[in-house]
């Protein structure tokens, strides 16, 4: 069995995945890139050594 990893941008897209997921009833993985993860929690995450949101 194989699952579905969609890369999400925001909260909105999150929403959208986890929601489809419940109605299919199909387990999901959520990805964020390093730079979609600090946009998501804000600039108070450390990103030291790493290129994104920069």
Same mark, same amino acid.
């Given at each position: 069995m194989a699952y579905p990893a969609v890369n999400v941008t925001s909260t909105q897209t999150v929403n &959208?995945? /986890?929601?489809? #997921?419940? @109605?299919?009833n199909s387990?999901?993985?959520?990805?964020?890139?390093?730079? &979609?993860? /600090?946009?998501? #929690?804000? @600039?108070s995450l450390d990103n030291s050594g790493e290129k994104g949101g920069q």
């Open positions: &959208g995945v /986890l929601e489809a #997921a419940a @109605k299919a387990p999901v993985i959520i990805q964020f890139s390093n730079g &979609g993860a /600090l946009s998501y #929690a804000g @600039k």
